[in-house]
Each structure stands twice: as structure tokens, then as C-alpha cells.
Nanobody, 122 residues
């Protein structure tokens, strides 16, 4: 079984910072891409940031310069450092991983965490 577990969400004042973590566990052969998505009430889920196994990153325009994504390949963990938080960053943040399970190299699976709430007050 493969699981993604997020942590680090909470309530923070505008201008503050939070650091989200997501750990993938199970019979994992490799993880191609890990990323963070968010969904605010009444809105569609959107990509926040993603990072490849080689360290290449992509960010949504709304978070560039404020958020930083990183990963520890040895721990199968991805992080999202969020600085200068704004009320519009309030959402449930979901961890995503595109990975291959051991013994099934030809199959790439898409996994999601349960989400962690981030609330930014003004």
C-alpha cells in the first residue's frame, strides 16, 4: 500500500509563514513528480507547485517569489515553504505524487494525500 500524509497546516496571520510536509510511504520504486495543489471553498483545485526527481520546479504565478518547494528523495518527502502568506492563500492543500510501485515498473500511479487546512487571517 502507498500513502501520502501531509502535515504542517494551521492558522497564521497575514504576512506569516508555514511549512508543509508530505511523506510518501509503501512499496515505492520511484517517484517521478511530487507537487502541491490547493482548493479553496467554491473553487476548483489548482496546482501550486511541483518538483521532479531531478529537482526541476514549477510554480503558479500567484505564489512565485513567496513559496518554495523542495524534496528529500531518500525520505520520499516533499516540502512547501510558504512565506508572506495572504488571505487568498487560504485553502486545503493536497500533496500529489506520480510514482511507480515496486514490482510494477511499467505502471505509473497518481496518489493524493488527504489534505491539510491552511487558513490565513487578515
Amino acid at each position: 500500500q502507498v500513502q501520502l500524509v501531509e502535515s504542517g497546516g494551521g492558522l497564521v496571520q497575514a504576512g506569516g509563514s508555514l511549512r508543509l510536509s508530505c511523506a510518501a510511504s509503501g512499496s515505492i520504486f520511484s517517484i517521478n513528480v511530487m507537487g502541491w495543489y490547493r482548493q479553496a471553498p467554491g473553487k476548483q483545485r489548482e496546482l501550486v507547485a511541483r518538483i521532479t526527481s531531478g529537482g526541476s520546479t514549477n510554480y503558479a504565478d500567484s505564489v512565485k517569489g513567496r513559496f518554495t518547494i523542495s524534496r528529500d528523495n531518500a525520505k520520499n518527502t516533499v516540502y512547501l515553504q510558504m512565506n508572506s502568506l495572504k488571505p487568498e492563500d487560504t485553502a486545503v492543500y493536497y500533496c500529489n505524487a506520480e510514482l511507480t510501485v515496486r514490482g510494477y515498473v511499467s505502471y505509473v500511479n497518481d496518489y493524493w494525500g488527504q489534505g491539510t487546512q491552511v487558513t490565513v487571517s487578515s
